[in-house]
DNA sequence: GAGTATGCTTCCGCTGAGCGAAAGGGTGAG
DNA sequence: CTCACCCTTTCGCTCAGCGGAAGCATACTC
């Protein structure tokens, strides 16, 4: 999941830390020989560490025997300060901008060289895509991706120039292509792409930025079509970024 | 925040469990020694165990040298099964209802004794209220927690309606009282309170009720005023907590 | 400037929490 | 019945973890 130093360490807290990072979002409920195995872990440590674990609320067994990340670590989640003050300031716009087009409404942020989806909203007559909160894509084929790219560091945007990877047959693949309509988002401030992460879906993408005029985040709306009302989409999505960045607390932490 | 078992405890899971337990909603940052402080742990031990918390991206080290909740464990909060079937499976029937009423719109669960917010949605247009997502209110001051209250088992009711605190002028604090209106919930479908948990919000709520017609969260709506359209709100509300009940997969882990 | 307070980091020798092998128990398939 | 799989408990050895103490750094006072 994360950095995972792998290797099953000695200090006890790397043991705890290798239990927990067993679970990702396609193992969201493991047996305890499937966590002793997946952390590297004696099954007698397994079962001594996830029972205090369990005692504490941190994990929860469920009727089946298996195992699920509990409650208690939730709350915990909860308490980081991912975006939080980013997405408790953007949550109105978005669900204005979501009454105004009913499409899914994006709010993402740049992690490392993916896109760190930050919040979602979709409803009913959206376009089904593929992100969710806390999900990460690659930049090179999402709106909100590109945006971010375009304002990134120049490290950070060669290294992503150099893996566009294919996703679907309309991925942009050719960093010369990529880099020149990165050139254009900077001059009119928005991306765009077309199927190119997952078919029938389009997007639109808009940059947030803070007092400072610092880029810190992406707007985006995804839609099955672009070429109709593209400008109208763009303006709502600037109108509600430039909220979004007055709205902004000073300063946020990463 | 859980049930922490306080005391220091002798285990080394146990250590790192209370240094985690010392961030709650009211203390998102801390610095090492804080964090020693409310551990219960020496300075020496708590600045082990938080530097390979750090190293591991559990915690986050700030500019200010304060900790705070890293990504890591955001992540890993996103995958506890906390109704996310659940909500994953409301969150377009909130939009909906978001999209036709521009007021805030609560999903809640019953946590024990209280009311789990388990997803909000605020537009700029609403009311400004207290809860957040992952916040937990007493029942008996809100539309969520009343419907939820009726529903629940004979303990937990008794077990509310002896500990009715005063929050507002208008929060009811009459056993009796609440008893009947209680009643009323079942017979009606649905609850309303008026400025019983702040001020100037009036809220209603409805039960969500799975396949088997089971009680299993609760729908709800702030607004400010209910006297003008309180049927058009129960309405719209009615209908959106059958599309869930209807959408809910067959047997949501708690 | 010295003096004091607060917070973070490193060092080091003692010791008990943690370790895993092994054995025991429960369940289900063949 | 055996076999396979998973979970749980026991028990002696030992090394990871412990905390006192001392070393730094920053900041505020007199």
Redesign the interface.
């Known amino acids: 999941?994360?950095?995972?130093?792998a290797q099953a360490g000695t200090?006890?807290?790397?043991r705890?830390?290798a239990i927990?990072d067993a679970?990702?979002?396609n193992h969201?409920?493991l047996s305890l020989s499937e966590l002793a195995r997946r952390s590297g872990l004696s099954l007698t440590t397994t079962h001594r560490?996830v029972a205090?674990?369990a005692?504490?609320?941190?994990l929860?067994r469920?009727?089946g025997g298996k195992y699920?990340?509990?409650?208690?670590?939730?709350?915990?989640?909860?308490?980081?300060?991912?975006q939080s003050g980013l997405r408790e300031t953007a949550?109105?716009?978005l669900?204005?901008l979501?009454?105004a087009t009913?499409a899914t409404v994006h709010l993402a942020v740049r992690?490392g060289t993916e896109v760190l989806y930050v919040d979602r909203?979709?409803?009913?007559a959206?376009v089904p895509v593929v992100s969710q909160?806390?999900s990460r894509l690659p930049m090179h084929a999402t709106g909100v991706g590109k945006v971010l790219l375009a304002y990134a560091p120049e490290p950070v945007r060669l290294a992503v120039l150099s893996q566009l990877t294919r996703i679907t047959a309309h991925t942009i693949t050719q960093p010369g292509l990529l880099s020149r309509q990165l050139g254009r988002v900077l001059r009119e401030g928005f991306a765009q792409t077309s199927e190119e992460m997952s078919l029938g879906a389009c997007s639109v993408a808009v940059p947030i930025r803070d007092r400072t005029g610092a880029v810190v985040a992406a707007l985006g709306i995804v839609v099955p079509d672009l070429r109709r009302d593209r400008p109208r989409l763009v303006s709502a999505l600037q109108v509600a970024a430039q909220g979004i960045g007055r709205s902004l607390p000073e300063a946020a932490?990463?």
């Open positions: 999941m994360a950095g995972n130093t200090t006890v807290t790397s705890v830390l927990l679970f990702d979002p969201r409920q560490v205090e674990l005692a504490w609320g941190a929860t469920q009727a699920v990340v509990g409650r208690w670590l939730w709350d915990l989640g909860l308490l980081a300060p991912v949550s109105p716009f669900h204005d979501y009454g009913l992690d909203l979709a409803g009913h959206s909160v806390g932490s990463s």
